[in-house]
């Protein structure tokens, strides 16, 4: 034995017991580690001697310590197993409640050894010293112990000036080395056995020769503590290794650990020859219910005779026993999916190939990735509703109330819902009609389609398009690797649970063309073409799948980039921006209701008319839809919150005013970001106003300047205009200077206005981007009103596309500019003949009758209703019609 001393640094082992001639690493930290690392680099350094260490285990406390004779853990001991370990320093210590607990706590936190940790020490410990230190973080070390002899421990104490734990140590000799010769002669027989064992293992044969060289050269009472340390043993058992003081018992201990890890070894030697011996190369698939097989005898013939095996041989055929009953799970599992695929009511054709699944299926191990893949697949088919769906409410009324009460506005959609509710009402069964809904964003789209669903009673699904670029996301993957998945489509019948149920396909306008990944809008084709749906072949699938019952609903912001096979198959209906007195109905009936609701008021404590939301409509949104209207509401109710919760605090509640009026607005609110168009008070030469059709799918007024400068005939466009709008200044510039001389601007037909002159043309709001050919009569009116030197009366307004020959053509958005400049106190509107069909059918009659509606045919048309003189028959030529 190594000359030590008696006095040595103590070093706690939580979970982890140190004997002789082992190495273990265990981790410190905290500032007594710091010490400790200090000190042994130290000695080290000047003494050339290692630093030598008391390593001490952790007694484990009562409530989780383990009785062999217990077959059952109570609820305490069950919630003290579960916390996790804790390293050296802070394990099992209590933790203590106060100011002054964290305080204590965080003292402690930084010892090796807290002063609640010291009655759990165990009574043995190991002397040992530090092999190798490594740096784990601030504070914290991994270090390398290597056992050098047993010893008892006897009293604690404190190291001067580092304070570090000492504990004052009794060495253990092998005095009665002497008196085991017979017991030693036993226990090497059985570790030169386990280390032949150990050569028919997937052990490196370097090792297995190092651990042979061992038993040679070591002291057997060595060995006996290496082997341990080896094989599978509990904490327990260490620790009574630990404090066994007589050698013979050591090894008798030693012995019996070893014995039992060699039946172990043996039975598992046993099952693999049983079931390799009835191998051949047509029964490899069946390897695994072999071995399980083998198990299962294995498992009778211990019952049977009743052999006191050991924990280890316990657990390993506990676990056996888990694997047999996980075997009679998964058999359960098949039939229960056989039965779920006969109630599906498969069509003949998937009915075949699930069938063949199936018996493919029982002849794979269910670890193999093809078992995973076809079990998949039978789930998918089991899942589908081939033949369930749910029967449509055809009450025409009750969808009618529906819609209207989802919904305010929307006629034609409407009617189109009715529509087909009566024609399947009267037929009996009708194929479901395929819409495309295109419109601005936030007018509703995908809100009418859940409204459509709730009145044909039928379930709703979305599909979201936008930015899908795969082709397999629409038509499913192949089943020839892992991870393939059937495609939105089926997945969302499969979701759904019903084969009718109403599917919305939104944003179908974004959807990725012409990939390398393959085009998902030709993909679409088959989805949406009613003569080929009810055969829809998934790829993932591989049988027909019928979708001709599903209401298919597409969204759409614009129709520019779908492709013209797959609109062709779609029945586009247009929606409209909200009009503000749309906005107006809809923010009195739906919104201000709702979030008083939602901010936990009653309808008495909030009062708003209809200017103030009419003012909030436009002042504060530049919207198609009512989001962002909603959302001012309720910055709105939130203030007058503020304002009511503050007098509650005051006692004044009485002072609380319900009602919201127009000038507390921006206080609120604050500066409105928009203003509202107003026409010019004052009438001006060259100055016209015209009407636009916003983006948002709001209308507005739109005022034309031109001006002419000495110059050499260039045009000049100023205000962010578009292309079309520059091309349609240009046309309105060319028709002016060659009906010149009819208009009576040019002393002849052959005279160039414009040869000594530029022309400048702007819109204000150059910030805003202009576009489109709705300007083109405008910039003609505003041009004849620049040369002629007459003026177009501030309340009449305009809109309309021209040609070089003069005709005026039909534009659109017609209902939102006639609101708009109604708004804005225009009497007198000016419009294409073509488009009388649409003021009939959408403007509102109360607009109807306050402002006078001229249809113009031609420019002339467009000059007699605008330009103010006093004489304008001399205008008109012979061949006005061209």
Known sequence: MPSLSESLIVVPLEKKVLLPSVVIKVTLRGREATLLVRKHFKQQEYQRSPLHLACIPVKPLPSISKSKNTSSTSPSKIDDISQPPQEAGSALIPQPTGTTAVTNNKDQGEKLVPNQMKPLLFNYGCTGRIVRVQRLGTGAYGIFLEGLSRCKIGSYDQEEGSGLVTAKVNYVSNVTEQQAKGDMIKFLALAREFVNKMRDLQ?????????????????????????????????????????????RQRLNKASKWMTRQLHVLKISDEIHSAVEGNLTKKQREFYLKQQLEAIRKELNQGNGA???????????????????????????????????????????????????????????????????????????????????????????????????????????????????LSVAKLKGDLKAPILCFVGPPGVGKTSLGRSIAMSLGRRFHRISLGGVRDEADMRGHRRTYVGAMPGLIIQGVRRCGVNNPVFLLDEVDKLVHSSHYGDPAAALLEVLDPEQNNTFSDHYLNVPFDLSKIMFIATANSLDTIPAPLLDRMEVIQLHGYTFEEKLHIARTHLLPKQIQQHGLSPDKIRVDDQTLLWLAEQYTRESGVRTLERTIASVIRSKCVQLANLLEEGKEDRYSPVIVLKDIPDMLGVPPFEKETIEREPFPGVATGLAYSSSGNGGILFIESSRMPG???????????????????????????????????????????????????????????????????????????????????????????????????????????????RAGVRKIVLPERNRKDVDADVPESVKSDIRFVYAKTIWDVLEATIVMADKTVWRPMESHL
């Open 712 to 822: 050499k005939g260039d045009l000049r466009l100023t205000g962010s205009l578009g292309d079309v709008i520059k091309e349609s200044a240009h046309i309105a510039l060319t028709w002016v200077k060659s009906n010149a001389y009819a208009l009576k601007i040019a002393p002849n037909a052959d005279t160039n206005i414009v040869e000594k002159y530029d022309i400048h043309i702007h819109m204000p709001q150059g910030s805003v981007p202009k576009e489109g050919p709705s300007a083109g009569v405008t910039l003609v009116t505003s041009l004849v009103s620049l040369f002629t030197g007459c003026v177009v009366s501030s309340t009449t307004a305009m809109t309309g596309e021209i040609s070089l020959r003069g005709h005026v053509l039909p534009v659109g958005g017609i209902k939102e500019k006639v609101i708009s400049a109604h």
């Open 203 to 247: 052990i490196p044969q370097s090792l297995v020769e190092q651990l042979a060289g061992l038993l040679d050269t070591q002291p057997v009472p060595i060995m006996a503590d290496m082997l341990v340390c080896m094989i599978e043993t509990t904490f327990e058992e260490k620790l009574s290794l630990l404090a066994t003081e007589d050698v």
């Open 306 to 420: 009743n052999s006191g095996a050991t924990g280890n041989v316990n657990s390993g055929l506990g676990s056996a026993t888990g694997r047999g009953n996980s075997q009679d799970i998964e058999e359960d599992d098949m039939a229960h999916l056989n039965r779920r695929l006969a109630e599906a009511k498969l069509p003949n054709e998937a009915l075949t190939v699930a069938q063949r699944e199936l018996k493919r299926i029982q002849r794979l191990q269910p670890s193999s990735t093809e078992w995973a893949v076809a079990r998949n697949y039978l789930e998918v088919l089991a899942d589908l509703p081939w033949s369930k769906q749910t029967r449509d409410i055809l009450d025409i009324a009750r969808a009618k109330k529906q819609l209207d009460h989802d919904h305010f506005g929307l006629a034609h959609v409407k009617k189109r819902i009715v529509e087909y």
